[in-house]
């Protein structure tokens, strides 16, 4: 009997458990999450800090016996190393899992900065169950909360913070909002929509200090000090993997996989936040830390670990936000790439920005803010890689034509496409 170990509760641990058992319905499967929940998704912990749903219902199954009746074995524990020849597991607990196949769906972990005070009571992440109930304790109509970072899942923070009343300051590192996602326009726009929704915004700031506690005094690198009643460390995330070191498995920023989402060990996979797949787009591997690539990594794995062939298509570059309302989108390389152009269009009246990038007469990334229709076509351009021809210059003199871009130029080259699987034939 063939035994799969998955390290990992999340979307891509839970989901290749299942698949798994759909396809070997004999196999052993054990599912190792270092979590006393049941298996939830991050994803939904805004919804609960708002009142939307209760803690059930960030569940990803929820029948309580969903796991035994498909014979899952579940095993609370953290992964404390793997000995890829022994083909064995060490948990933090002292027990030793043997496998024939491995999974490594470990997520990421909140990035923890340097900060003097950071310990203190009242300063917490946002990135589990446990941390959700300290917030919602805290965060009391009323009550003065700073929050460091206001990356993407800042944003998404912020937005349920403020649903619930609380008097917002938010400090970014960077020299604007959402800086992994968004250019300096975009950003900035961010920064000005949030101002004008009543939220205090620092960029090109650190927390330096966090002085007190009770109400907490945190010290800032602009020179200011702001009381706070609750501490808020949204200052991104990495792939937890720091377990793998020495194991022989091959992890650049994660871990290193073909497009069977196999490591360089026969054997054992990855999938999720932690791995590091090919981008069809930009040409490169790169961990993309969206639900939507997580289940599709999970599922492409499953099927290769139990004998099934399964390619990954590519991984998706996609970020699209809604911060108090206003509505972004990133696609593909936004920033551009060496010897490329750029066109931009701004309308500060309207809280719009848009920023499309070229390689030639493809458009290899874009962002949008304030656009809620047609984003589709943008992405259909970025991840179809079509060559936009005479369109291309159009969209430099208004970029505003996409849609009318894609819509010609995507089916011109679906047209010459199949004209030449014809010829083919």
Known sequence: ???HVILGAGPAGVIAAETIRKHAPADRITLVGDEPEPPYSRMAIPYLLIG??????????????????LGIERVFARAKSVDAQARTVTLDDGRALLFDRLLIATGSRPVRPPIRGIDLPGVHHCWTLADARAIMA?????????????GFIGCIIMEALQQRGVTLTIVEMGDRMVPRMMGPAAGGMIRQWCEAKGVAVHTSTRLEAIERAG???VRLSNGQHIDADLVIIAAGVKPAIEFLQDSGIRCLQGVLTDEHMQTNVSGIYAAGDCAEAFDKVSGTTIVSAIQPNAAEQARVAA????GQHAELRGVTQINVLDTLGLISASFGNWQGVPGGERVER??????????LCFDGDVMVGCNSVGWTQHIGALRGLVEGRVRLGEWKDTLMHDPTQFMAA?????QAQAHWSAAADARRR
Do not use: C, W
């Open 346 to 355: 701004v309308d500060a009246q309207h809280h719009k920005v848009l920023s």
């Open 406 to 410: 894609y819509l010609a130029a995507a």
């Open 52 to 69: 939307q749903i209760d803690e059930a219902g960030t569940h990803l199954r929820k029948a309580p016996d969903h796991y035994e009746r």
């Open 215 to 217: 109400p907490l005094r």
């Open 1 to 3: 009997m063939t035994h």
């Open 303 to 306: 099927l290769n670990m139990v």
């Open 138 to 150: 805290r965060a009391q109509p009323g009550a003065r909360v700073l929050q460091l970072g206001a």
